[in-house]
C-alpha cells in the first residue's frame, strides 16, 4: 500500500513540476519576444520594473547617482588602506639559519 501511495505522490509532484517548466518556458519565451530577442535588454526591464534601477532623465539624476557611488568608493578606500599600510609595513621576522 505504501509504495504504491508514494509512486502516486511522486507522480503528481512530477506532473506539477512538468507543468510549471512549460509555464516559466512559455512565459521566458513571452517575455523574449517582447523584448526584441534581447536578453539584456529584458533584465534590463526587470531591473526597471522592480526598482532596482532608476533611469535617469535628467542631469541631476545622473550627478546625484555618480555621487552616491563616490562616497561608497570613499568608504571602501578608507577601510582598505589602513589594513593595506599595516601589511606593507609589519617587520619581517628574521629567521636563523642553520647548517
Same mark, same amino acid.
Given at each position: 500500500?505504501?509504495?504504491?501511495?508514494?509512486? !502516486?505522490?511522486?507522480?503528481?509532484?512530477?506532473?506539477?513540476?512538468?507543468?510549471?517548466?512549460?509555464? $516559466?518556458?512559455?512565459?521566458?519565451?513571452?517575455?523574449?519576444?517582447?523584448?526584441?530577442?534581447?536578453?539584456?535588454?529584458?533584465?534590463?526591464?526587470?531591473?526597471?520594473?522592480?526598482?532596482?534601477?532608476?533611469?535617469?532623465? !535628467?542631469?541631476?539624476? +545622473?550627478?546625484?547617482?555618480?555621487?552616491?557611488?563616490?562616497?561608497?568608493?570613499? $568608504?571602501? +578606500?578608507?577601510?582598505? +588602506?589602513?589594513? +593595506?599600510?599595516?601589511?606593507?609595513?609589519?617587520?619581517?621576522?628574521?629567521?636563523? $639559519?642553520?647548517?
Amino acid at each position: 500500500m505504501e509504495k504504491t501511495s508514494s509512486k !502516486t505522490i511522486s507522480r503528481v509532484i512530477l506532473g506539477i513540476g512538468s507543468i510549471m517548466c512549460l509555464w $516559466v518556458g512559455a512565459a521566458l519565451t513571452g517575455a523574449l519576444s517582447q523584448a526584441n530577442w534581447s536578453i539584456s535588454q529584458l533584465a534590463g526591464q526587470y531591473m526597471v520594473a522592480s526598482g532596482m534601477i532608476k533611469p535617469l532623465h !535628467t542631469l541631476v539624476d +545622473f550627478y546625484t547617482h555618480i555621487k552616491g557611488i563616490e562616497y561608497l568608493i570613499c $568608504v571602501a +578606500f578608507f577601510v582598505a +588602506f589602513p589594513a +593595506f599600510y599595516r601589511y606593507i609595513s609589519k617587520e619581517k621576522k628574521k629567521v636563523p $639559519v642553520t647548517k
